[in-house]
């Protein structure tokens, strides 16, 4: 290989890379609430409660464990044409567990764990040029997330009183990448990087209140995984030029603050319904892409806006003397915090609008696509308990999201005429194994 095709080498790498943000955030935790429009925040009591509110593990009075999978494919459509988008799977583990404080400790705590791995990698994503067409947000389903849950059980001094505390955990990548040429005029090159956690903070209460009647409120802190990589040349073109230290850097996966409200009210012993409303503060997204060198320009901004999701859930519940089964469906409108595909303002490495000397602001295509989802979903369980009070359910899931058709400010790369259109849906479904003594 020669000495420039090397440096091109690296300089495609510097802005091309492959890792992927959380896939509950996508598609929700937990068979029963994702079969219930993924609520979860007024009622879910098991390890599902770790992501959707940890106040709800307050309420559980048996220890657990669990193991399922699930899996979901992407019918995806650009101006007609199927756009690829790799599907994904992962199995989920989570577990729960009374703490045996006795006295006035006594059914206070209960801790719990939730864990998403994809079958097939640790983190990935796809870190391309703003202007290359990309579904950003549902590219989001291939990283290892795992979550921590405290309740605490304060019926005591507050009848109906319960309190969260959890964290979220993703990975953040870093490290360096150093080339260059031995003393026998041999290229050679040193790697090293890092995997590193980063911890998010999760908050909920749930409140019971009379008629059978349950208000939880959780708030989720921004979820962000970055890459900080760089790339050293040494004594390529000896005498000749010094490159700069090239770097990657890279938000891959980005879950925005998040606070959401529900009521779980049961009518009857038989029927659950739940309805929520759940905020997230998407304006802070910054994009994929960083810098390249510490002078390289951004950019454009996306200019995400704000959004607000509502959500149903409904379920049903029959028993027969020691098996109990249950069906379940939810609906969500979900809008998209993402503005249609456009020219926007490039920024400096000040991140200040580009201007020309002529004092026109510099523009280029920005293409992250995104559509307004409705979902929508079914599930059921069936449950055996022993004699001795432990018992084993079953849960089954799945969800259709449907893309609705969505036509763009600008025509896709390479295109002329009217603004590209997108259009799609989305098929998951999966399965979980509990159980509990």
Request: no cysteine; charged share 15%.
């Given at each position: 290989?020669?000495?420039?095709?090397?440096?091109?080498?690296?300089?495609?790498?510097?802005?091309?890379?492959?890792?992927?943000?959380?896939?509950?955030?996508?598609?929700?935790?937990?068979?029963?609430?994702?079969?219930?429009?993924?609520?979860?925040?007024?009622?879910?009591?098991?390890?599902?409660?770790?992501?959707?509110?940890?106040?709800?593990?307050?309420?559980?009075?048996?220890?657990?464990?669990?193991?399922?999978?699930?899996?979901?494919?992407?019918?995806?459509?650009?101006?007609?044409?199927?756009?690829?988008?790799?599907?994904?799977?992962?199995?989920?583990?989570?577990?729960?567990?009374?703490?045996?404080?006795?006295?006035?400790?006594?059914?206070?705590?209960?801790?719990?764990?939730?864990?998403?791995?994809?079958?097939?990698?640790?983190?990935?994503?796809?870190?391309?040029?703003?202007?290359?067409?990309?579904?950003?947000?549902?590219?989001?389903?291939?990283?290892?997330?795992?979550?921590?849950?405290?309740?605490?059980?304060?019926?005591?001094?507050?009848?109906?009183?319960?309190?969260?505390?959890?964290?979220?955990?993703?990975?953040?990548?870093?490290?360096?990448?150093?080339?260059?040429?031995?003393?026998?005029?041999?290229?050679?090159?040193?790697?090293?990087?890092?995997?590193?956690?980063?911890?998010?903070?999760?908050?909920?209460?749930?409140?019971?209140?009379?008629?059978?009647?349950?208000?939880?409120?959780?708030?989720?802190?921004?979820?962000?995984?970055?890459?900080?990589?760089?790339?050293?040349?040494?004594?390529?073109?000896?005498?000749?030029?010094?490159?700069?230290?090239?770097?990657?850097?890279?938000?891959?996966?980005?879950?925005?603050?998040?606070?959401?409200?529900?009521?779980?009210?049961?009518?009857?012993?038989?029927?659950?319904?739940?309805?929520?409303?759940?905020?997230?503060?998407?304006?802070?997204?910054?994009?994929?892409?960083?810098?390249?060198?510490?002078?390289?320009?951004?950019?454009?901004?996306?200019?995400?806006?704000?959004?607000?999701?509502?959500?149903?859930?409904?379920?049903?519940?029959?028993?027969?003397?020691?098996?109990?089964?249950?069906?379940?469906?939810?609906?969500?409108?979900?809008?998209?915090?993402?503005?249609?595909?456009?020219?926007?303002?490039?920024?400096d490495s000040e991140g200040e609008d580009l201007v020309r000397p002529s004092g026109d602001p510099v523009q280029q295509p920005l293409r992250y696509l995104d559509n307004?989802?409705?979902?929508?979903?079914?599930?059921?369980?069936?449950?055996?308990?022993?004699?001795?009070?432990?018992?084993?359910?079953?849960?089954?899931?799945?969800?259709?999201?449907?893309?609705?058709?969505?036509?763009?400010?600008?025509?896709?790369?390479?295109?002329?005429?009217?603004?590209?259109?997108?259009?799609?849906?989305?098929?998951?479904?999966?399965?979980?194994?509990?159980?509990?003594?």
């Amino acid at each position: 290989m020669s000495r420039l095709h090397l440096i091109a080498s690296l300089l495609v790498l510097a802005v091309t890379s492959t890792a992927g943000a959380t896939p509950p955030d996508v598609f929700g935790y937990g068979p029963r609430t994702q079969g219930m429009g993924n609520t979860g925040v007024a009622f879910a009591s098991n390890y599902e409660a770790v992501f959707h509110n940890p106040a709800g593990l307050a309420a559980q009075r048996r220890a657990g464990f669990t193991l399922g999978l699930q899996a979901g494919s992407f019918e995806l459509e650009l101006d007609g044409q199927q756009w690829p988008l790799d599907a994904y799977s992962g199995t989920t583990l989570g577990f729960h567990i009374p703490l045996p404080f006795g006295g006035v400790l006594e059914d206070t705590f209960v801790i719990g764990a939730g864990f998403y791995t994809p079958t097939s990698t640790v983190l990935r994503t796809d870190i391309i040029f703003p202007e290359v067409p990309n579904f950003v947000l549902l590219a989001r389903t291939q990283s290892v997330h795992v979550m921590l849950g405290l309740g605490v059980n304060l019926d005591r001094l507050i009848p109906g009183l319960r309190l969260g505390l959890g964290v979220a955990t993703l990975a953040d990548i870093g490290g360096r990448l150093l080339v260059g040429l031995d003393g026998g005029n041999q290229f050679f090159s040193q790697t090293e990087t890092q995997l590193l956690a980063g911890f998010h903070p999760i908050v909920g209460l749930h409140l019971d209140l009379p008629g059978d009647l349950t208000i939880g409120a959780v708030y989720r802190n921004k979820v962000q995984s970055d890459i900080d990589l760089a790339i050293r040349a040494e004594n390529l073109l000896p005498g000749e030029l010094e490159l700069p230290v090239i770097t990657i850097t890279a938000i891959p996966q980005f879950d925005p603050h998040t606070v959401a409200l529900e009521g779980a009210w049961r009518p009857t012993s038989d029927w659950l319904l739940s309805l929520q409303l759940q905020y997230q503060h998407w304006s802070t997204y910054p994009g994929v892409v960083g810098k390249t060198t510490s002078n390289s320009d951004l950019p454009p901004h996306p200019g995400f806006r704000n959004t607000i999701t509502p959500r149903l859930g409904v379920e049903w519940e029959g028993q027969h003397r020691r098996t109990t089964a249950q069906l379940r469906g939810g609906y969500a409108f979900v809008p998209t915090p993402a503005r249609p595909a456009r020219l926007a303002t490039k920024r400096d490495s000040e991140g200040e609008d580009l201007v020309r000397p002529s004092g026109d602001p510099v523009q280029q295509p920005l293409r992250y696509l995104d559509n307004h989802r409705h979902l929508m979903s079914l599930g059921g369980s069936i449950i055996w308990e022993s004699s001795s009070g432990a018992h084993v359910q079953f849960d089954l899931f799945t969800q259709l999201h449907y893309l609705m058709p969505r036509t763009h400010d600008i025509p896709a790369e390479g295109t002329e005429g009217p603004g590209l259109e997108t259009r799609g849906w989305i098929l998951t479904a999966g399965w979980g194994v509990v159980f509990e003594w």
